[in-house]
């Protein structure tokens, strides 16, 4: 995972549709739905409703802002007003790129 200690230079939210663009020092652009970062919040309340099998995403996974958490990550503040997921680089480039089962099962 060459991400865990990188931060993106540039991070853009384009809002319609919730789409959170990023480019990172080496260059590399990643671009990211609401939706999958939504499916993919690994809060505690999120994850405990995954192992039960219930549906997370009860909106349509709008993000409705973005916060920078130091350097560490980004948290992300959705249209249902779930805000408790933050979201480190590392774990935004691995949902991004599929890795993301396998970056919280590491």
């Given at each position: ?33 609401g939706?999958?970062?939504r ?54 480039y ?13």
């Amino acid at each position: 995972m060459a991400r865990q200690q990188s931060s993106p230079v540039k991070v853009h939210l384009k809002n319609t549709p919730s789409i959170l663009n990023l480019t990172w020092s080496d260059g590399e652009k990643t671009e990211i739905s609401g939706v999958s970062l939504r499916r993919f919040c690994a809060c505690s309340g999120c994850r405990s409703r995954q192992v039960i099998g219930t549906e997370i995403i009860t909106d349509s996974g709008e993000i409705q802002n973005i916060k920078l958490m130091g350097s560490t990550g980004l948290q992300i503040v959705f249209a249902d007003g779930h805000d408790r997921g933050v979201f480190p680089w590392a774990y935004i480039y691995a949902i991004a790129n599929g890795g993301a089962l396998d970056f919280l099962a590491s």
